[in-house]
């Protein structure tokens, strides 16, 4: 077998970037984002100090977590240990960016795919070294076979215990270090200055903790904008209420109500348009939204992107059913549906947690138990499908006193967006790079 990786050199490298600017030459990447660059981290203080340069890239990780979220394949591994890409598969979920712990991907300004390094491959096939190593002065960059036990740069590696970057997400990184500092390699233990950066603007959403030592700074490295925001928070919203509804609709019908306007066509009704307004949510989402019957055409279950599809397409069936019987059903369509459309609403509410999990690089996600991230989202499709509920129930009243529920439960639905835009936001600003 064959698993290749790098090994990159820091006490070699002299910050010369020739690696970022044959890696943009050689892939025609765009301004703005970058496949490989180089960190400038200073440790110490004056006049004791040092500079420190880390190059940054895709780590080829053999358990990656880009491969697993991707959700129709445009990631994947080749025959050689690579992680490469498809752009004609992407769909612009962005759920890759999530679940990379080394901030490797980007989404192309000129295609609107998901791109990284992907090792040169074109340039493997035919005998030749990646444009990074062949251009690199001090041999900073050289490629490893960790298979070939007869490789002296795998060996070195072994020998010398050569450190990975976030070891403990558990991805099994090929991209190892050497004559690096520990400052170097984790961004959370380098803050950026209040006098800013080397050629580069900081966009300052990002946080550290106090605990991080004042003798390391970052002088220079590349931010990302946050891969997802206002749309995903409406969806975790939208897809609550289309939960929840139904949820306090079939309790209220065990309890024995036996208002069909508001046990089964109303909360049906509401459902479905919250069901329809969260798909035009995550479509808006995606980079390239033409593309979003692929997780249907060619999706991959293991990603929750693509099993959560399925998932709200279930769920609006059985809403759908649920509804038409309490038009037309007798007596049997309570007891027939109730169990499997109050399974697949609360599935439809709760799926999220487990897409959140597999965002490996986003660790307020990641290492939450998934019970209580379950527990938050069900939770929220409680609280605002209950909200959106009881308005329906009080209008039905027809008393002029409940004139105000509509507006209660819109302020309901304004909390929780701005709820759950604060907690993607605090994951997400997090530095990964």
Same mark, same amino acid.
């Given at each position: 077998?064959t698993?290749?990786?790098?090994?990159?050199?820091?006490g070699?490298?002299?910050g010369?970037?020739?690696?970022?600017? $044959?890696?943009?030459?050689?892939?025609?990447?765009?301004?703005?984002?970058?496949?490989t660059?180089?960190n400038?981290?200073?440790?110490?203080?004056?006049?004791d100090t040092?500079?420190?340069?880390?190059?940054?890239?895709?780590n080829?990780?053999?358990?990656a977590?880009?491969i697993s979220i991707?959700?129709?394949?445009?990631?994947?591994?080749?025959?050689n240990?690579?992680?490469?890409?498809?752009?004609?598969?992407?769909?612009?979920?962005?759920?890759?960016?999530n679940?990379c712990?080394?901030?490797a991907?980007?989404?192309?300004?000129r295609?609107?795919?998901?791109h990284?390094?992907? @090792?040169?491959?074109?340039k493997?096939?035919?005998?030749?070294?990646p444009?990074?190593? /062949?251009?690199?002065?001090?041999?900073?960059?050289?490629?490893?076979?960790?298979?070939?036990?007869?490789?002296p740069v795998a060996? &070195?590696?072994?020998?010398?215990?050569l450190p990975?970057?976030?070891?403990? &997400?558990?991805?099994?990184?090929?991209v190892?270090?050497?004559?690096?500092?520990?400052?170097?390699?984790?961004?959370?233990a380098?803050?950026?200055a209040?006098?800013? !950066?080397?050629?580069s603007?900081?966009?300052?959403?990002a946080?550290w903790?106090?605990?991080?030592?004042?003798? /390391?700074?970052?002088a220079?490295?590349?931010a990302?904008?946050?891969?997802?925001g206002?749309?995903? /928070?409406a969806?975790?919203?939208?897809?609550?209420?289309?939960?929840?509804?139904?949820?306090?609709?079939m309790?209220a019908?065990?309890l024995?109500?036996?208002?069909?306007?508001?046990?089964a066509?109303?909360p049906?009704v509401i459902a479905l348009?919250?069901l329809?307004?969260?798909?035009?949510?995550?479509?808006?989402?995606?980079?390239r939204?033409?593309? @979003?019957?692929? !997780?249907?055409?060619?999706g991959?279950? &293991?990603?929750?992107?693509?099993a959560?599809?399925?998932?709200i397409?279930?769920? +609006?069936v059985?809403?759908?059913?649920?509804?038409?019987?309490?038009?037309?059903?007798?007596?049997?369509w @309570?007891?027939?549906?109730?169990?499997?459309?109050?399974?697949?609403?609360?599935?439809?509410?709760?799926y999220?947690?487990?897409?959140l999990?597999?965002?490996?690089g986003r660790v307020?996600w990641?290492d939450r138990?998934?019970?209580?991230?379950?527990?938050?989202?069900?939770?929220e $499709?409680?609280?605002?499908?209950?909200?959106?509920? +009881?308005a329906?129930?009080?209008m039905?009243?027809?008393?002029?006193? @409940?004139?105000?529920?509509?507006v209660a439960?819109?302020?309901?639905?304004?909390?929780?967006w701005?709820?759950? &835009?604060a907690?993607?936001?605090?994951?997400?600003?997090?530095?990964l790079?």
């Open positions: 077998m698993r290749l990786g790098f090994l990159l050199d820091s070699a490298c002299i010369c970037h020739a690696c970022t600017v $044959a890696c943009k030459s050689e892939h025609d990447v765009p301004l703005g984002v970058n496949r660059w180089v400038y981290v200073e440790t110490g203080e004056f006049p040092q500079r420190h340069f880390a190059v940054m890239r895709c080829h990780c053999d358990d977590p880009c991707c959700p129709t394949g445009a990631l994947f591994r080749a025959s240990g690579v992680v490469d890409f498809d752009d004609s598969r992407c769909i612009g979920c962005k759920g890759c960016m679940a712990p080394y901030d991907l980007y989404i192309s300004p295609t609107n795919t998901a990284k390094c992907n @090792f040169c491959q074109h493997l096939e035919v005998g030749l070294e444009s990074c190593v /062949s251009v690199c002065p001090t041999r900073a960059i050289t490629v490893v076979d960790h298979d070939d036990p007869n490789d060996q &070195r590696i072994q020998s010398e215990s990975v970057r976030a070891p403990e &997400r558990r991805t099994l990184p090929k190892h270090y050497a004559g690096t500092v520990p400052e170097a390699l984790d961004p959370l380098r803050p950026v209040p006098d800013g !950066l080397i050629w603007d900081w966009t300052g959403s946080t903790s106090p605990d991080v030592p004042a003798e /390391s700074r970052t220079y490295t590349v990302h904008a946050e891969p997802w206002a749309k995903v /928070s969806y975790f919203v939208t897809k609550g209420v289309a939960a929840g509804v139904m949820l306090w609709a309790a019908a065990l024995g109500w036996d208002d069909r306007a508001a046990l066509t109303g049906a348009v919250a329809a307004v969260t798909g035009v949510l995550l479509i808006a989402d995606l980079k939204p033409e593309r @979003f019957w692929y !997780l249907f055409t060619k991959r279950l &293991r990603s929750w992107i693509t959560g599809a399925w998932v397409m279930a769920d +609006g059985l809403v759908t059913l649920w509804g038409i019987g309490g038009l037309w059903g007798g007596s049997t @309570f007891a027939v549906l109730i169990g499997p459309t109050a399974l697949f609403s609360v599935a439809t509410a709760g999220t947690a487990l897409l999990r597999q965002c490996r307020q990641a138990p998934a019970l209580a991230l379950i527990g938050r989202l069900v939770g $499709a409680v609280l605002g499908g209950g909200a959106v509920w +009881g329906l129930v009080a039905r009243a027809d008393a002029a006193v @409940f004139s105000w529920t509509p439960a819109l302020a309901v639905l304004v909390w929780l701005r709820h759950d &835009r907690f993607l936001r605090e994951a997400q600003a997090v530095p790079s």
